[in-house]
């Protein structure tokens, strides 16, 4: 890894973990995600206009796996927002973050979209990653019961994980058919892409955010605040500095493995900043999220 890519993925982390933190204290909503959207919409709307990106050329398909994905990705929002109203960053940002791995490998497992099966290396990564995800809720480990994790929070998590599993998979369709129009991987077409799914995004929280009245409400309030735009520009950033990384690494595994430093950085964030409780099953759940998720982006 070169100090180019370094720099990119370790400011990216930081963003990352950034935005879900101002997310958290913002006391996020629908109304909130449709304006960071928007916002984030707004900031690639120059460079989509730029590129060569041809709506024209795009087939049917294509528009229907944007739209699923623009539809996983307001279940996500929507999961977020309500998870970080109910509980705390510390607890929700790993396992909104983990969760996903799991998801993923059994949905490509299931459809057989993956190129190969996986080795032992990343089973052992995904169990651990599972046994980190069962400490997480408790504050004490008698306390592990399946009380702990029969609550809403638990059930908003879920709601977030299912929608970053169907959007990631979705997305590596919808990009894998950019690449066989246009015959090259472009950084330029990816943010042509992103400026689609952002716009959607915030225009489907935004009609969903009009039909409750507490949401309308909150459009008012927002508007007036920093918060929801800078969050836009930090996550749509996030996301874009990680492409750029991924022209500086021998293998993109090192891309994978080192962003996830964003994961404790949120942790500690919740902690530290938001006094958070933070018993040990919690931090010894986060340690074994984080050496799960490196087994896995280390397996090649």
Known sequence: MTLTAFFLILVSAFLHAGWNFISKKSVPSLAFYSLSCGTAALLWLLPFLASDFSCARMSG????????????????????????????????????RAL???????VTAVFNLGSRQMGPQELL????????????????F???????????????????????????VVDSVAMAEIQAVYQ???????????FFIEAGIALGTGLLAVCRRSERQEFSRLVRLKSPFLTGICSS???VLILLSMNFVSNVCYVQAFRQISLPLGVLAGILILKESHGLPK???TTLIVLGLLLVAFAS
């Open 61 to 96: 398909r294509f528009w229907l796996l944007t739209g699923t994905s623009i539809f996983f990705e307001i279940l996500y929002v929507a999961g977020l927002a309500y998870s970080y109203r109910l509980s705390d960053i510390s607890l929700v940002y790993p396992l909104a």
């Open 283 to 285: 931090i010894l759940g």
């Open 125 to 140: 990564g995904m169990g651990i990653v599972f046994c980190g995800c069962l400490m997480m809720p408790l504050q004490r």
């Open 184 to 194: 090259r991987q472009s950084i330029t077409l990816s943010i042509a892409y992103l």
């Open 237 to 239: 950033s996030a996301y």
């Open 142 to 168: 008698r306390d592990f019961r399946l009380s702990s994790y029969c609550n809403i929070v638990i059930v908003f998590i879920l709601l977030a994980a299912i929608g970053t599993t169907g959007y990631t």
């Open 100 to 106: 996903p791995l799991l998801l993923t490998a059994a």
